[in-house]
């Protein structure tokens, strides 16, 4: 006579129930990634140049060329990384009218040479209010209260373009 083994039965709905626990646990302590984002109005796309001539003075032009080099003021930069605009900005900022950065980007550039340009200006920006604001309160941008804050941004004057215009 044999003797016939005893089956032992899994019980799968404790298995069920730890797969989700283990899910439900990695989804609340995973992290994703931020997309970067760059946030800007662009203008309307237009071929005809600004109506005033700005001064040479007033302007900072930064170019794109079709083999992706970044130049400032026909200055080619060949790192970016190092690319610090602050005492540029710096510069336009002490005329009593308005700076404009003027990006002129070439069609076969790409998209990844104009963000690490506009990131560059962003960077000089943030580090033309730091500079600013420790001249002027011996405080950092991040510390000062809102009149501060609007009398820092009232010395920052410049604008972003990327239209034709004519420098004189």
Do not use: W
């Amino acid at each position: 006579m044999k003797r016939r083994r005893k089956t032992t039965k899994v019980n799968s709905g404790a298995i069920a129930d730890v797969s989700f626990l283990l899910l439900i646990f990695f989804m609340v302590v995973t992290t994703f990634n931020k997309d970067f984002k760059l946030e800007m109005k662009l203008p309307p796309e237009s071929e005809e140049k600004v109506k005033s001539p700005i001064s040479k003075d007033r302007v900072l032009e930064i170019l794109i060329n079709g083999n992706n080099e970044i130049m400032v003021n026909e200055i080619v930069i060949p790192n970016v990384a190092k690319l610090d605009l602050t005492e540029q900005l710096y510069t336009i900022c002490q005329k009593k009218k308005e700076g404009v950065v003027l990006l002129r980007i070439h069609e076969e550039s790409n998209y990844e040479s104009y963000v690490k340009a506009l990131a560059a200006v962003q960077t000089a920006k943030n580090d033309l209010r730091t500079l600013l604001s420790k001249k002027n309160f011996k405080l950092p941008y991040l510390k000062l209260n809102n009149d501060q804050r609007k009398l820092i941004e009232g010395k920052i004057r410049f604008r972003v373009s990327e239209h034709k215009m004519e420098v004189t």
